[in-house]
Each structure stands twice: as structure tokens, then as C-alpha cells.
T-cell receptor
């Protein structure tokens, strides 16, 4: 079974609008964490946001927020007020275990922001 | 703070040749990772180091891939001999003790012809 599933290969959004990128995960470990990374066409992976399984509140970092629904095993990324520079591939990733730091990545979602 | 450095950025070799990639992590980051990212896919972990010791190399094709981090700082990943299916971007990442997020370098794009 896939540990990380991103069902949207591509998404389009108008500049200044909000967009939600979906991510579902599968783990039996009670201690885990979810990450979102951005990969522009230049290739580098940029860390955006992290949510631990025991964190009570949804993580936020500037225009990025993580909609964490533990019962549904989903960790969707919400980008508010989209900008042209947000156009990139977005990857959801998971680590498992108290001390586990190895990341398992999804297949990614290509986001295009239209002017 | 300087980011993760990798070189070369691009490499083209013929199959059966050997190649080496270098990575210098963020200063003070004890944990270093090498990932392989095939076009259209998410990165896949090849090997994880904690200081100069290997923590996880379960997905490293050990018949052709090797990696070392002798002084616990920079690291080298080698492929010998290369196959066509090794064409990918090789990403190095590092992590600070006590934090979970990993910081990635710009990657090395390898093309095997």
C-alpha cells in the first residue's frame, strides 16, 4: 500500500486565490510527522511546513497552513493568496517512529498559478 | 547560514562508467541523507548517515552504489558501474539534531546514455 497518496497530478489556481493540495497517508505507528516541500523547476526541494502526530493545533507558516485530520489520515496543504511564484511541484512526505527521520514522499502535485 | 552544497550540478556518462557526487551539509547538521529522484516521482531515500555512521542503507543498491562520510561532515555517493535506469536527480539533505525538517541541496542531475 502507498504510504503517501497525492491524488491531484495537476492543479490550477488564479493569482490571489486560495488553493488546497490533498495528501493522505497510511501508517500504523502512533508517532509520525507530515511535511510539505515545494520543488520549483530549478530542482531544489524547499521545506514549507511540518505537523507532528501529537501536535494539537494545525501548523501554519505564513501563507501556508496544514489541514491535519488524523481520523481521515489526511494532511492537506492550504496556500492562501496564491502568487505567481507559487507555481511549482509540491510534495507531501511522512516520517514514522519516535526517532524516525527517513522521509517517504508522495508522487507530487504540479501547481500552476494563473495571472 | 549557507545551505547544502552539491557538485557537480549535471553529469552525463555512458553506461558501465563510474561517477561520484559530493555533498557538503549545513554546518552543524549531524544527519545527512542521499535521495534518488527519478523524473516524475518523489525522492526515494538511498542512505542516511548520523555523523560518520550509516543509520539506514536498506534501499541502497549495494552491488553498484556506495557512499561514505568519513569525517562526519561532507559525503560522497558513487555509482559503479552505472546503468541506464540510474538516470535521475541525486539529492543530498541534512538535518539538525532535535529537529525533523530536512534541508535539501540543489541536486545533481545524472544522465546515463
Amino acid at each position: 500500500a502507498q504510504k503517501i497518496t497525492q491524488t491531484q497530478p495537476g492543479m490550477f489556481v488564479q493569482e490571489k486565490e486560495a488553493v488546497t493540495l490533498d495528501c493522505t497517508y497510511d501508517t500504523s505507528d502512533p508517532s509520525y510527522g507530515l511535511f510539505w516541500y515545494k520543488q520549483p523547476s530549478s530542482g531544489e526541494m524547499i521545506f514549507l511546513i511540518y505537523q507532528g502526530s501529537y501536535d494539537q493545533q494545525n501548523a501554519t507558516e505564513g501563507r501556508y497552513s496544514l489541514n491535519f485530520q488524523k481520523a481521515r489520515k489526511s494532511a492537506n496543504l492550504v496556500i492562501s493568496a496564491s502568487q505567481l511564484g507559487d507555481s511549482a511541484m509540491y510534495f507531501c512526505a511522512m516520517r514514522e517512529g519516535l526517532s524516525g527521520s527517513r522521509l517517504t514522499f508522495g508522487e507530487g502535485t504540479q501547481l500552476t498559478v494563473n495571472p | 547560514e549557507a545551505g547544502v552544497a552539491q557538485s557537480p550540478r549535471y553529469k552525463i556518462i555512458e553506461k558501465r562508467q563510474s561517477v561520484a557526487f559530493w555533498c557538503n551539509p549545513i554546518s552543524g547538521h549531524a544527519t545527512l541523507y542521499w535521495y534518488q529522484q527519478i523524473l516524475g516521482q518523489g525522492p526515494k531515500l538511498l542512505i542516511q548517515f548520523q555523523n560518520n555512521g550509516v543509520v539506514d542503507d536498506s534501499q541502497l543498491p549495494k552491488d553498484r552504489f556506495s557512499a561514505e562520510r568519513l569525517k562526519g561532515v561532507d559525503s560522497t555517493l558513487k555509482i559503479q558501474p552505472a546503468k541506464l535506469e540510474d538516470s535521475a536527480v541525486y539529492l543530498c539533505a541534512s538535518r539538525r539534531q532535535g529537529r525533523y525538517e530536512q534541508y535539501f541541496g540543489p541536486g545533481t542531475r545524472l544522465t546515463v546514455t
